[in-house]
């Protein structure tokens, strides 16, 4: 089993900035990506920004310049500047990848998320 766990969200005003943890931990065997999707109400789930072993990132347009993923071992983060009230949402940690047991299937793996409020 693989357990992700977010921590660092909050209530931020409208041009503030915030950072989001997610640390991955369990019998590993591999972590082929790691990224962040938020949900609001009332709307689908969407990627954020998302972070290969690589190193390779991709966002999504609406936060391009203003938020930034990065990611060390078994951990990603995703330093958010400028923020907006639109940014408002509870946002996810995803990791694909597989574990000790079964090596070669790789799947997703999700949080339970964290709230992030942009608010004056």
């Known amino acids: 089993q693989v357990q992700l766990v977010e921590s660092g969200g909050g209530l931020v005003q409208p041009g503030g900035s915030l950072t989001l943890s997610c640390a991955a931990s369990?019998?590993?065997?591999?972590?082929?990506?790691m990224g962040w999707y938020r949900q609001a109400p009332g709307k689908q789930r969407e990627l954020v920004a998302a972070?290969?072993?690589?190193?390779n990132t991709n966002y999504a347009d609406s936060v391009k310049d203003r938020f930034t993923i990065s990611d060390a071992k078994n951990t990603v983060y995703l330093q958010m500047n400028s923020l907006k009230p639109e940014d408002t949402a509870v946002y996810y940690c995803?990791?694909?990848?597989?574990?000790?047991?079964?090596?070669?299937?790789?799947?997703?793996?999700w949080g339970l998320g964290t709230q992030v409020t942009v608010s004056s």
């Open positions: 995803n990791a694909k990848g597989s574990e000790l047991a079964t090596p070669l299937y790789v799947t997703d793996y």
């Open positions: 369990g019998r590993i065997a591999s972590i082929n990506a």
């Open positions: 972070i290969t072993s690589g190193g």
